[in-house]
């Protein structure tokens, strides 16, 4: 499927389906926080269910064929790969709830683009142009002032919770970078559904080394789980990995300046959390960064479909 124009991105389709993705995945740190299980039971059972769910739609939609397919057997062992770093971005994020505000939390791990383009020139050979380096900077002075915050007001337990927030975006953004490569040629339902289930049998073994219970049987908690699954699961991410196939991926990437902003409204309403002044500060300096990446990102892929290409940005 080619990827549409920047007119048919914004049809009204697309910008529903970017709606929904945002809302969706907006409530995931809210239905964590509501939980009283360990976070990484919290991981195994989302990803389980997650996978369940996709694995469900894929054989109503006829996908499941592909799991024999010749582009599975190319990819299994990157999907293994690409599916333990969802479980260690998940684990971390997850943790990070717990240690410091949904705010502060949401917002650094939503930071994954910077990571990404800075991956991007290590590993990809792609040099970042200079707009792009004034985003990271950017971005990293309002993590300092968001993390200078948490440990005046809070503690330290806080800055460990940032800390892990950012540790979580970089595996993000090493997830992204692994699904543009490895998921072409692959429906959404059986790439998501694979990557699911490997990151659910990664977190087992964590749970087990640290004697965590991951027989749950409290109604109330398994009901959270199964929201989990399909809320910020099926209908947020595997609706973004979807949309990666109609539309270039700086436009789905740019829905991640929506969450931080809806997770924070969702954590003042349900968790009483209203964030300070200054915690709005860095919340705002680290967005306009990120923003400042994602337009450059949008300019480059533009340029390039450009017969006149400028290199330099301009």
């Known amino acids: 499927m080619q990827p549409l124009s920047d007119e048919e991105a914004s049809s009204p389709r697309v910008v ?11 409530s995931a740190s809210i239905l964590i926080r509501f939980s ?25 939609r006829g996908d499941h064929t592909a799991y024999r397919g ?9 999907l293994v790969l690409i599916g333990i770093v969802l479980s260690l971005h998940f684990s971390t994020w997850f943790t990070s709830l717990f240690m410091t ?7 650094l791990v939503n930071a994954s683009p910077i990571f990404t383009a800075i991956l991007s020139t290590l590993v990809l050979g792609e040099a970042l142009r200079r707009r792009s380096w004034i985003g990271v900077g950017v ?12 440990l005046s007001s809070v503690g330290a337990g806080a800055l460990t919770g940032d800390l892990l927030a950012l540790l979580s975006a970089l595996f993000l953004a090493i997830y992204f970078i692994g699904g543009r490569r490895y998921a072409k040629g692959l429906p959404i339902t059986v790439y998501t559904s694979v990557i699911y289930l490997v ?13 965590l219970d991951v027989l749950v049987f409290d109604t109330r908690e398994i009901l959270i789980f199964i929201a989990l699954a399909i809320f910020p699961t099926a209908l947020g991410h595997s609706v973004n990995n979807y949309l990666l196939t109609l539309v270039p991926a700086y436009v789905v990437s740019s829905a991640v300046l ?16 209203v964030p300070v002044p200054l915690t709005f500060l860095g919340f705002g300096v680290i967005l306009v960064g990120i923003a400042l990446v994602l337009a450059d990102i949008a300019s480059k892929e533009r340029s390039s479909r450009l017969p006149l290409d400028d290199s330099n940005g301009a």
């Open 258 to 273: 929506g969450e931080p902003i809806g997770a924070t409204l969702l954590a003042a309403v349900f968790l009483q959390e």
């Open 139 to 150: 971005a990293v002075t309002g993590a300092i002032l968001l993390a200078w915050n948490d």
């Open 16 to 26: 529903l389906l970017l709606v929904l993705s945002v809302t969706m995945v907006s």
């Open 70 to 78: 010749k582009q599975m057997k190319r990819t299994w062992g990157w």
């Open 199 to 211: 990151a659910a049998a990664a977190t087992l073994p964590l749970c087990v080394t640290l004697g």
């Open 36 to 60: 009283i299980s360990p976070p990484l039971v919290i991981v195994f059972w989302r990803t389980l269910y997650g996978s369940i769910v996709m694995a469900t739609l894929g054989l109503v």
């Open 101 to 107: 505000t949904v705010a502060a939390s949401v917002v």
